[in-house]
Nanobody
């Protein structure tokens, strides 16, 4: 059974950077869609970046030009580089994986989720 484990969260000042990692295991990759989500207190969960098996990426408008999603196949790890952070980026960040066919990425229902890593940005 597949597992996801995020790391790299922490507390930084506005303008700082963090790199989140999502180590995956137990999957046989073929066609897939991966994503980073975040959820702040009393707000809905939102997808901030996606990366699919064709190498296509998408970003929420709020993070375009500041965040970069990438992956290392040898390490089975998904990354989210976050630069020029603002207090509005403070949230719990989750990685998610969908294995198999999809019409578009992000998919509606991801089958696998990590436990989350907290990001706190102070002004």
């Amino acid at each position: 059974q597949g597992q996801l484990m995020e790391s790299g969260g922490g507390s930084v000042q506005a303008g700082g950077s963090l790199k989140l990692s999502c180590e995956t295991s137990g999957y046989t990759y073929g066609t897939y869609c991966t994503a980073w989500f975040r959820q702040a207190p009393e707000k809905e969960r939102e997808a901030v970046a996606t990366l699919d098996s064709d190498g296509r990426t998408t970003y929420d408008d709020s993070v375009k030009g500041r965040f970069t999603i990438s992956q290392d196949h040898d390490k089975n790890t998904l990354y989210l580089q976050m630069n020029n952070l603002t207090p509005e980026d403070s949230a719990m960040y989750y990685c998610a994986v969908h294995i198999g066919y999809y019409l578009s990425c992000p998919v509606t229902n991801f089958g696998y989720w990590g436990q989350g890593t907290q990001v706190a940005v102070s002004s």
